[in-house]
Nanobody, 123 residues
């Protein structure tokens, strides 16, 4: 079966950094665009980053652009999200999913999701 597993979340102080990982299995990983999404308490899920299968094109949402960087290592079947200069408003459950990248990121009914990893930014 297709599986995406996020890891790397945790508690970090404002201004700190975390690196999230999204490990895929059961699929030809390089054939899939992968997006990062987050859902803060009481808010809708928000797409924040996307990278195409080859890694040659990517997108970041404006509030994280310049602070977060998406990348991938297809030899390791893994997509990363490096998060720097973290703010309390970045606190959320972070998910990865197969997707379509464009001016934004789109997920459909046939796409695959991970279970999420919690990022808490607090002093």
């Amino acid at each position: 079966e297709v599986q995406l597993v996020e890891s790397g979340g945790g508690l970090v102080q404002p201004g700190g950094s975390l690196k999230l990982s999204c490990a895929g299995s059961g699929l030809t990983f390089e054939d899939y665009s992968i997006g990062w999404f987050r859902q803060a308490p009481g808010k809708e899920r928000e797409g924040i980053s996307c990278i195409i299968g080859s890694g040659g094109s990517y997108w970041h949402e404006g509030s994280v652009k310049g602070r977060f960087t998406i990348s991938r290592d297809n030899a390791k079947n893994t997509v990363f999200l490096q998060m720097n200069s973290l703010k309390p408003e970045d606190t959320a459950v972070y998910y990865c999913a197969t997707c379509v990248c464009g001016f934004g990121v789109r997920v459909g009914a046939n796409d695959y999701w991970g279970q999420g990893t919690l990022v808490t930014v607090s002093s």
